[in-house]
């Protein structure tokens, strides 16, 4: 069973970068059969893709996002990363990282998500 | 863009209930890469993150009780629970994956009470 773990920190200021981390363990940010995604949740409401990463390196990003969205892989520590730059209360979210086992586009692994505050 | 539309969005059944949510897509889900509907269902309950239960719109993910199960093709689709049990209190959420560019769209959220 692969393990997910987001980290960073809770409180962001509005303007500032949202940073943001995923441990994988149980399975490798090397394997050619998953992707890596971000997902996040405003409290109360639904669910949003942020982007992916596939180990290559090779990015796809939700096009409402994709001016402020950097995620990056780093498959020696085996996590990947997101940015999230010029934040405002509006990025206020659990932010969660989850797999695509590249079976049909959907997320069979989840993080237990990190909650991201953007205040001053 | 697609478009993700579930209904209801919130229902209160009893235990022992049939259960019925509804999912329509604005456009057809059908998946390129395996000719399947790329149309996922998860459950998330309060604290946790989602857990899928129907990928390809009708197969149940592994240890998913068999009360669970998925119907539908091209843009209209159905989660049902056969009869409710206590711990299936929850929000259902369904998901089309899009691959040429990809992107993967949620649904608003169903909201299922006792």
Redesign the interface.
């Given at each position: 069973q692969v393990q997910l773990q987001a980290s960073g920190p809770g409180l962001v200021k509005p303007s500032q970068t949202l940073s943001l981390t995923c441990t994988v363990s149980g399975g490798s940010t090397s394997s050619t059969s998953s992707y890596w995604?971000w997902?996040r949740q405003p409290a109360g409401k639904?669910?949003?893709?942020i982007g992916?990463i596939y180990t290559s390196g090779s990015t796809?990003y939700?096009?409402s996002l994709k001016s402020r969205v950097t995620i990056s892989v780093d498959t020696s520590k085996n996590q990947f990363s997101l940015k999230l730059s010029s934040v405002t209360a509006a990025d206020t979210a659990v932010y969660?990282c989850?797999r695509?086992p590249m079976?049909?586009?959907?997320?069979?692994n989840?993080?237990?998500?990190a909650l991201v505050t953007v205040s001053s | 863009d697609i478009v993700m539309t579930q209904s209801p969005d919130s229902l209160a059944v009893s235990l022992g209930e049939r259960v019925t949510i509804n999912c329509k897509s604005s456009q057809s889900v059908l998946?390129s890469s395996?000719n399947?509907d790329?149309l996922?269902w998860?459950q998330q309950k309060p604290g946790?993150?989602?857990?899928?239960l129907i990928?390809?719109a009708s197969t149940r993910?592994s240890g998913v009780p068999d009360r669970f199960s998925g119907s539908g093709s091209g843009t209209d689709f159905t989660l049902t629970i056969s009869s409710l049990q206590a711990e299936d209190v929850a929000v259902y959420?369904c998901?089309?994956?899009?691959?040429t560019?990809?992107?993967?769209?949620?649904?608003?959220?169903t909201k299922l009470e006792i």
């Open positions: 995604s997902i639904g669910l949003e893709w992916r796809s939700n096009p969660y989850a695509d079976k049909g586009g959907y997320f069979d989840w993080g237990q998500g | 998946c395996n399947k790329c996922t998860y946790q993150p989602p857990k899928v990928y390809w993910e959420y998901q089309h994956y899009y691959g560019p990809p992107m993967y769209t949620f649904g608003q959220g």
